[in-house]
């Protein structure tokens, strides 16, 4: 983890970025590591430190719609949810919080798997994680 985030678990972290402003519900989480192998999924463009499962979008019938309703993710009003989930190959252990969204109901129903990995970018440019996929998302 980076400098400034050393001494904070990662679901320290992803309860920080909830619990203000259009996200003022804040989720469970519970640490949890990732294995080599895994691979875990988020939006695109632009994704974010939040991610889900290749289950949740098979589950949702790989909709936009039930998708980020499910993990609480407001909508863009111009451009609507995001239009593709990229799977990302675990190449190394990385620290990471996981829980099931609930408490921001006022972007959908939750109940989805949320896997939450501080400082992401910076482990996509080292190698740890790898895009290996794309699922095409409809409406």
Not at 29 to 52: A, M, W
Not at 53 to 58: A, P
Not at 111 to 117: E, I, P, Y
């Amino acid at each position: 983890m980076g400098k400034t985030n050393e001494l904070k678990s990662p679901s320290s972290i992803a309860r920080s970025w909830q619990g203000g402003g259009k996200y003022p519900g804040v989720d469970d989480y519970e640490d949890i590591v990732l294995k080599v192998g895994d691979v875990i999924y988020r939006g695109e463009p632009n994704g974010s430190e939040y991610f889900t499962t290749n289950e949740v979008i098979e589950n949702a019938d790989i909709s936009a719609t039930k998708i980020f309703e499910g993990l609480q993710v407001e909508k863009h009003p111009i451009y609507g949810y995001r239009k593709s989930m990229t799977g990302y190959k675990v190449n190394s252990e990385v620290d990471a919080a996981s829980g099931f969204t609930k408490a921001n109901p006022q972007f959908g129903e939750g109940g989805a798997l949320q896997v939450f990995v501080p400082n992401v970018n910076e482990l996509i440019e080292k190698g740890i994680l790898i895009p290996i996929d794309e699922i095409k998302l409809i409406d």
